[in-house]
């Protein structure tokens, strides 16, 4: 019970946690036995019976078999049922709105493609729309909600979409909208913030307690997830890196300020750059160019990893963080970009601290990234899965949704 | 109880957090009734009466006369006994080892101040002995613990100096020496990280969750509380903004780097830039000479602003941070350079975000800044009167000391 919890637990809460421990316990062990649930999570053995039993009536969790004796009889051992629940994940690309229909595991189980042809405002809202209803269609099982991740300012407390730009959506009430028509717990949050907690809980992040995503496509934003749990800061700006000026005397950014990040490191920026210097039409062509020593594409491509080792370096001296992961189209520049944009940081930054900190590419594809931690917000914070719920803006996501977490 | 704890919590456990949370809401209170806090802590009359009486005998609780009746017998009020305990803050400056007897509300009752004559190694190790010795004499009351700011790369959760360049100290182990030596709780870390703590609880900090203090002396440094806990970085070094590099080829600093913060806007180089121009020798003499108008160090001074409006933009990129504390000397400098800093953060990062970022001044004495802080988390973690204590670094530091605190 945390000390700045400023009332007792109630009876209710008390049965919610242990509930989600027994889940969590069961769910982080793939098959485990009543007994060394006990033992593990420190509940009395009449507890976890009775929490298991409530979660098998429920559908979570099953008996899959015996495990091998321990003196008496061999213990049953019990799984959870991996696709008991879907979910809805979807990512409000640039490009496209994607979304997958998810199980417990994070396993796509069905998924929509829907192109964008510059659609905006009501009419994008629209397509989300149909988004959802194609994939709701595509599974028979009890879902747990709808986790979304958007482009621009987010604010998740309220779950308003503050400003997208390339959207036209201006202080729109996604999840208000969303709960109304589908009548289930809705989370939504800035891509890139959430594709920083895909990294956390299904990819390179599982050993870090803190990491920081930087998620470079059209546009630069990274994802910070702090003491395990995604920090969107007081404005819910965190991670805005891709507006931070690098570039003194740069080029008009389209958010009005000059030299941002933007400018030189984004693939669009990359792409304009390479375009004037050699016959490259996608962000593909530079890599082949780039990997086969095309010279004339070498200067924006190691520029752009020149500048993305400053907002690396600053990174680093803000939060002193073990590792940074590059996501997006431009991983396919290799270990030697990687390597340019660590130098970099190294140069700019405390020695004793960047030294200890980690650039490497994610691990997840980048058309999955979105969804999958839009999947982990609704996982957590319906099931209590992964990151630790409690304190932060995290508990106060769910408070005011209708899934409810405990305090 | 927070949903990943992964145990459930024991009796004893139960027990601390609600002593904790009556004494707590008696210290927020002033004067406040058994039933009363009954009510606001959602606790039972008797269990509210157990634990006063439990406070009560410990001395940290007192009876201070009656309330107005709400109809029946008028009730008797309660309050902390803000000397019942003192305990000991300690400033490892780069000028003077400062020390302080500070009680339950942060009130100085003693000081002592040992200037630095180059002192490093052992012989400043003998300096910190001498100064808590004389603290320590100077009370009759029971000592909670002692707190410590110290320079350079601190590891809290081991109690390590990793490297303290002045102080020619390399891995010491500061907390296992003081502990042996005086057999009190001993909490140490960063002076820049303490400096934020202390105006999080003591400060312009109190109405926030996230709040980032630039400490500028000798060097520069930050200190970051996000969700109301400071927030060290998996390698410790957070808010070593001092050391990130914001012009490009530029002065060598101490680090061994090229163009760092602390090269351009620390007290230091603000100094020797100006002595170039003008005959100052302490930045006091800059501050008037600068106030005066004197042309001649408007240069150095302005300049140190723009560069501090860079860091401030690293840190509304990486942080959306609500509000950023600039505290020491620099800050006789006044509103029209906090300006200065403010435009320069404004033209460097995504506006939607930054115009919500406040700019001031850090309204908590220089000389006591880092005392305060070393003894809000002596308070905090062996009281929890203060800052939230789940999650985080901060139940690390607990756990690993004699304090201890509910998990």
Redo the contacts between chains.
Sequence with gaps: ??????????HQ??RL??S??VL?TIYDHGRISRAEIAR????TRPTVSDMVAELMEEGLVEEVGQGPSEGGKPPILLSVVDDARHLIGIDLASDAFRGAVINLRGETRHRVHLPLHGQDGEAALQLVYRLIDELASATDRPLLGIGIGTPG?MDPVNGVV??AVNLDWQDLPLRRLLEERYALPIYVANDCQVAALAEYTFGKGKD???LVLIKIEHGIG?G?V???QL???????????G???VV?EGERCR?????CLETVASARAILQRARRAAQTTTIADVCRAFQNGDERVRQPVLEAAKYLG?AA???????????ILIAGSVTCFGEGWLEAIRQEML???????AC??EVGFSAIDPDDIVILGASALVLTYEL?LF???????GATIAETTSGG??P
């Design positions: 019970m945390p000390a700045h919890s400023s009332r007792k637990a109630t809460q008390t946690h242990n989600r421990l969590k593990i999570t420190g509940l300012l503050r400003q870090v307690d803190n990274a910070i702090l003491n395990g920090f969107y800061g007081s404005t819910f700006g965190a991670g805005e890196i507006h931070v000026a003194e958010c009005g300020n000059f030299g400053v370096a600053n990174l680093v001296g803000a939060l002193s963080v073990r590792r140069r700019r930054s405390l020695g004793a601290v200890q900190t209590g990151a630790p719920l409690a304190g932060g803006i977490v405990t």
